[in-house]
């Protein structure tokens, strides 16, 4: 059995944010081999895929190396990738059936487009110890199914360094969720990109995540209204790597792009 490592949201490779795929199962697998491998693997994501009676469409589940997750960006670009890429699917486009419901991606260009389930948040109040946790204090928080601080500039992103436990604990709190946060930021007028940001989710067993698809279903639609633009480009500053992906805001839906590169393909002697 195969299994492909792919840096996605990605131009080059060791960008990005890498995910494992395994080679299409015709059966899903006992959960808890998929949870052991996930583990093994620790990545922040290992997407497991299973056929249909149509070529274009398989189940799609997601695992971090804690937890079985309700809907992963990166990962779906990579399953999405190794399908076109790896194995060779002759189709303009391909369907997931997830926890998420029905996810499509389609190939354009160099890249693909991903079709996501829009999360608007809604504007809350700023936590109590959230400063404190994060190292610095937020002008705003935005909840959905993350917590959402937004800071005034890129360089107050890149010089976070939270105290996780306190973190999950607070924003798990605050949502009702499992404590994850994105931290984001206008750009400089000057940058290749309109917002920066980044990822922490300790309740998902990933202490801060390369690039994010699930968290830009949320930061688009806030974004795209605050800037009154459908479309924007965002950076996920993870230190040393860093994603980029482009994003557009279509009502109750996102559509993000990007690009993947396969970095590693493995043998499973299992």
């Known amino acids: ?127 109590a110890g959230l400063a404190e946790a994060l190292g610095a204090a937020p002008s705003e928080v935005w909840a959905a199914n993350y917590l959402v601080a937004i800071f005034e500039d890129e360089a107050a992103i890149r010089a976070l360094r939270p105290d996780l436990a306190a973190l999950e604990r607070i924003s798990g709190a605050a949502t009702g969720g499992r404590g994850n946060l994105s931290a984001a930021a206008l750009a400089p007028a000057d940058a290749p990109y309109d917002v920066v940001s980044r990822f922490f989710a300790p309740g998902s067993g990933i202490p801060e995540d390369p690039t994010t698809g699930s968290a830009h279903c949320i930061l688009s639609p806030l974004w795209s209204a605050r800037l009154k633009r459908s479309a924007l480009r965002f950076h996920q500053a993870y230190p040393g790597r860093g994603g980029d992906l482009e994003c557009e805001h279509r009502g109750d839906r996102v559509l993000l792009r990007g690009e993947a590169v396969t970095t590693v393909e493995s043998v499973l002697r299992l």
């Open 1 to 127: 059995m195969r299994q492909w490592t792919v840096d996605a949201f990605a131009s080059a490779p060791f960008k990005g944010n890498p995910a494992c795929v395994v080679e299409p199962f015709t059966a899903w697998p006992d959960d808890a081999w998929m949870q052991a491998l996930a583990q093994e693997n620790n990545q922040a994501e290992t997407a497991f895929l299973l056929r249909s009676d149509d070529p274009a469409r398989f189940g799609l589940r997601w695992f971090t190396p804690a937890l079985e997750a309700p809907l992963c960006g990166h990962a779906t670009l990579a399953a999405a990738h190794v399908l076109f890429a790896e194995l060779g699917l002759d189709a303009d486009g391909v369907t997931f059936d997830t926890l998420s419901g029905p996810l499509t991606v389609k190939r354009i260009g160099a890249g693909y487009e991903m079709d996501f389930p829009a999360q608007p948040p809604k504007q809350t109040d700023i936590p």
